[in-house]
């Protein structure tokens, strides 16, 4: 079945150190694979998905993920931390469905928090 | 991007009363509505897939009865959540797909603020 695994509950970093937010996943499929982004009381937002093409994807606010099948992991990561970027971090894979159509599957999700 | 906006945004109701819950697709249309429930610190959980003209498809384990669906527009989806209970307080989230069947090829979900539901 697929699933995914988020390491760490909670990730501490400074303000303009590197950010990295572990992700491993567990598919029969060639999985998409998804980071989202959700800020207190707010909706969540898609910071980047590989759906097989690059293996290095490239997403919004500077965030980067690359996946790597030896490993089966899909892990976040940005090179300086803002403090802004202190937000839940959701790793989420997709079932396919007989429609055609897949299911997402989010994991448990990481807290990044960001000191001065 | 994609807006989804839900209504209200926070609501607090008494035991045994009923809520309703609003998802509105704002500059698109969706034929595919999902429902999701997020407890404290938790993931979300998908609670049910909503299809505009038809039922809804809920979950394993989620009741049907007491968590009503209706899509009743390309652009509106609307949760009720029946005779509400404490442990039904928890923060629901709905997500719009925008896409049509084509070869497995998976389409942006964009997801709403969210709405937080407390049950006295």
């Not at chain 1, 501490?12 to 009381?41: D, I």
């Not at chain 2, 429902?35 to 038809?54: C, D, H, I, V």
Request: charged share 15%; hydrophobic share 35%.
């Amino acid at each position: 079945a697929q699933s995914v695994t988020q390491l760490d509950s909670h990730v501490s970093v400074s303000e303009g150190t590197p950010v990295l937010l572990r992700c491993n996943y567990s598919s029969s499929y060639s999985p998409s694979l998804f980071w989202y982004v959700q800020h207190p009381n707010k909706g969540l937002q898609l910071l980047l998905k590989y759906t097989s093409a690059a293996t290095l994807v490239k997403g919004i606010n500077g965030f980067e993920a690359e996946f790597k099948k030896s490993e089966t992991s899909f892990h976040l990561t940005k090179p300086s931390a803002h403090m802004s970027d202190a937000a839940e971090y959701f790793c989420v894979v997709t079932i396919p469905l007989n429609t055609g159509f897949q299911k997402l599957v989010f994991g448990t999700g990481t807290r990044l928090l960001v000191s001065p | 991007g994609a807006v989804v906006s839900q209504h209200p945004s926070r609501v607090i109701c008494k035991s045994g009363t009923s809520v309703k819950i609003e998802c509105r697709s704002l500059d698109f249309q969706a034929t595919t509505m999902f429902w999701y429930r997020q407890f404290p610190k938790q993931s979300l959980m998908l609670m049910a897939t909503s299809n505009e003209g038809s039922k809804a498809t809920y979950e394993q384990g989620v009741e049907k009865d007491k968590f009503l669906i209706n899509h009743a527009s390309l652009t509106l989806s609307t949760l009720t959540v029946t005779s509400a209970h404490p442990e039904d307080s928890s923060f629901y989230i709905c997500s719009a797909r925008v896409g049509v069947l084509a070869g497995g090829v998976f389409y942006e979900q964009y997801f709403g603020p969210g709405t937080r539901l407390t049950v006295t």
